[in-house]
Structures are given as structure tokens and as C-alpha cells.
């Protein structure tokens, strides 16, 4: 919403349509989200619980734009909400736990004008990075589950750094998951 700030009266309202959630795993994705929204320049920014990146007007709230960045249906999705900084706004995709969703999650870069992705970081697997992949005791990215950034990264302004949390490999036990003795690096970070 959007409210007069000498008023109190409501200037807009955007309720944004979600799909129905059928099953545990999605109502338990939607019920997590703890969402942010994000403003910049002539924008508010949001993130949702189906895997979108919305833009709206910040004076009428219309849709200026929306991207599915991922696919909902297989289980990703947003738990937290965006960052903007630089003309950049920078979300972390959460919902890796589930088949569809095997490789890990991503914190991503999009374009704050067109909403178009600039960049991805895999949160389980960096195949230019022999440390991380020796990390996994070499199971292959596709045997790799977790590592969702839960919620929103902080930024360093006088490193131009990015600082994001994320959450356990799963499953939890190394034993289950193969990686006995290995650290699972970029997991419990």
C-alpha cells in the first residue's frame, strides 16, 4: 500500500495474484515468506512466493513489469525480499530441497529498468572452484540439494560488497547426503 504521510490516507493498494497452492511444500514456501519490498528511483520492487520479480509505478502502482524468474512449479521460490542498489536489484531464490529443484539455489542480479538477469550465483556448486566441488565429495550438482539464501543480504557500501546468508545442504545428516567428511562449502554460510 501506499498511504498520504500527512494523512494516512491510502493512495494505492497492489494485492499481487498468486496462484492456488496445492500440497505441503508450497503452502509451507508461501507461509515462510517474510518479504521486503525494495524502492528506488520511481519503483517499488517485490518479490513473491510463485518465483516473480514485480516492479511497480511507485506513484499508481501499476505493474511497470513482472519476471518469473524461476519455475514455481517445480519448487522455487522467493522467501525474502529484494536489494536495489546501482540500478541493480539483487534477490536470493529459495526452495531447493525438492527434485525439481536439484543443483542448489541462486542469488541473482537483474536489471532494475527491464527486469532482464544480469548474473546467477549457484549456492551449492562453482564448477571454476576445485575447493567447493572437492567440498562436495564429488557428488555431482545434480545430487545436491539446500543452500537457500532464507533471507535478504546486506550490503557494504565502501566495498561495493554483497554479504548473503545461506541456509544447510540437505539432507542435514553428511552421512545421507554422501559428503561425509567434506564441508559442503557455500552451505551453513
Known sequence: QALDATTGDLIWEHRQALPEFKGGYHASQQDRQRNNIALYKDKVYL???D???????????????????LDWEKGFSYTAGPMVING???TGMSGCTITGTAGGCFIMAHDAETGKELWRLNTLSD???????????????????GGSPWITGAYDAKRNTLYWGVGMPIPWSEVLRGTT???ALYTNS
Do not use: C, H, M
Open 47 to 49: 518479490t513473491t512466493p
Open 51 to 69: 518465483a516473480k520479480l514485480v516492479a511497480l509505478d511507485a506513484k499508481t502502482g501499476k505493474v511497470a513489469w513482472e519476471t518469473q524468474v
Open 88 to 90: 541493480k536489484i539483487f
Open 127 to 145: 564448477p571454476g572452484n576445485k575447493e567447493v566441488e572437492d567440498s562436495w565429495n564429488k557428488i555431482p550438482p545434480e545430487n545436491r540439494y
Open 181 to 183: 567428511g567434506g564441508s
